[in-house]
């Protein structure tokens, strides 16, 4: 079992910028590919970022403004946003799917990301 707990949403001004963290427990992430996802009020929940083997991919909405980045000796996951917009606003979920069985994955409890325009 792996446990995902994400850090670093709040509240911030449009233009500004945020590091959220997704640190995992039970076991070691490296064997994982990782994902930030998120789901604004009333709309299904979006992939913002992934990292795997393959490298990064991001969504068309964040690319430019976003970095995901993972410390797998701190077995933590990162999203840096920048240049944040009101439409950021959502809450965010780490996702970990196990590269060894696509049918195993995790997802955190989420952190709630606003942004004020």
């Known amino acids: 079992q792996v446990q995902l707990v994400e850090f670093g949403g709040g509240l911030v001004q449009a233009g500004g910028s945020l590091r959220l963290s997704c640190v995992g427990s039970?076991?070691?992430?490296?064997?994982?590919?990782m994902s930030w996802y998120r789901q604004a009020p009333g709309k299904q929940r979006e992939l913002v970022a992934t990292?795997?083997?393959?490298?990064?991919n991001y969504a068309v909405s964040v690319l430019g403004r976003a970095t995901i980045s993972r410390d797998n000796a701190k077995n933590t996951l990162y999203l840096q946003m920048n240049s944040l917009k009101a439409e950021d606003t959502a809450v965010y979920y780490c996702n970990a799917k196990s590269r060894l069985i696509a049918s195993i994955e995790y997802w955190g409890q989420g952190t709630q990301v606003t942004v004020s325009s």
């Open positions: 039970g076991r070691t992430l490296t064997m994982y590919d």
């Open positions: 990292t795997s083997g393959g490298g990064q």
